[in-house]
């Protein structure tokens, strides 16, 4: 038997109290709010299951970056420390939309004489096949109303990178990704809670001699389940715990720290089929 189920979900962040950007191109190989609902849970039943996930990143003033991931896990019929083994991947498709401007402040000629201020905008787009997420080894338990998972991820390049373009699809360097997620469902009350936890090792960027510090990333929500529609709230928060080093890094060891929270509507759209 094959089972496979196809998730959208839409969230809207109204409430950020503190985001201070750094690491390269100030964003991480883990999406923010990548992971909520049912987080925790891997399915019992062996199969393939399918996932969309669409997320969008404002990188500053004028850049903004959209990721649209789709994630295949298989879980198998083994079991691996009394917990369900599975494994996945997550290819994406990203675009990223850039615009930098340049004011040259007013000039004062050899006669007196003044000009300007003058600006200058230009900018770049791309849309193309991102990088993507192996996670060779996926753990899930479960006990009673509470269930609870352990993976690692890889982070892979395969996405278009220059240094000659101010808008890429990817962030070209390597980066390794524990993963924890626990969730409580009450089936009766139909409310569930769940919170993941992951941690980017970000390796350099061999381009432009720059290596991002660690990130640590939490996604939370708490949402109560109608027939095939859930309503809630989600929060999200990630800490940078290194400094970002390199010869690229020239702006100095600057550390991020990005929250959210806000409403959350999820819809589900099941697809299965059996032999």
């Not at 996945?88 to 000039?107: C, E, F, N």
């Not at 900018?123 to 690692?152: K, Q, R």
Request: aromatic share 14%; charged share 10%.
């Amino acid at each position: 038997m094959t089972r496979a189920g196809m998730i959208f979900v839409i969230c809207w962040t109204v409430f950020a109290p503190k985001a201070i950007n750094a690491a390269e191109f100030g964003s991480s190989p883990y999406p923010k709010g990548f992971s909520d609902i049912f987080s925790g849970i891997v399915p019992t039943a062996p199969g393939l299951y399918a996932t969309v996930f669409n997320g969008n990143v404002q990188l500053g003033v004028d850049a903004k970056f959209t990721a649209d991931f789709l994630t295949l896990t298989y879980v198998t019929k083994w079991k691996i420390l009394g917990g369900t083994y599975a494994f996945g991947v997550a290819p994406s498709y990203m675009s990223m939309d850039t615009d930098v401007g340049l004011t040259v402040s007013r000039l004062t000629g050899p006669l007196g004489r003044t000009f300007g201020p003058f600006e200058f905008t230009f900018g770049d787009t791309e849309s193309a096949v991102g990088d993507t997420g192996i996670t060779p080894i996926l753990l899930g338990w479960h006990s009673g109303n509470f269930f609870w998972n352990a993976g690692m991820t890889a982070f892979a390049p395969t996405g278009v990178y220059s240094t000659r373009n101010l808008a890429s699809t990817s962030l070209n360097h390597w980066a390794v990704i524990p993963t924890f997620a626990i969730t409580y469902f009450d089936q009766k009350s139909q409310w569930q809670a769940s919170s993941a936890f992951a941690y980017a090792v970000n390796f350099e960027n061999p381009a432009t001699d720059y290596t991002s510090g660690n990130l640590f990333h939490n996604d939370s929500c708490i949402t109560k389940i109608f027939g095939p529609l859930q309503l809630g709230v989600v929060a999200y928060a990630m800490v940078q715990t290194t400094p970002d080093s390199g010869r690229g890094a020239k702006l100095g060891a600057n550390e991020s720290q990005v929250y959210g929270v806000g409403p959350m509507r999820w819809a589900e759209r099941p697809r299965c089929h059996s032999p």
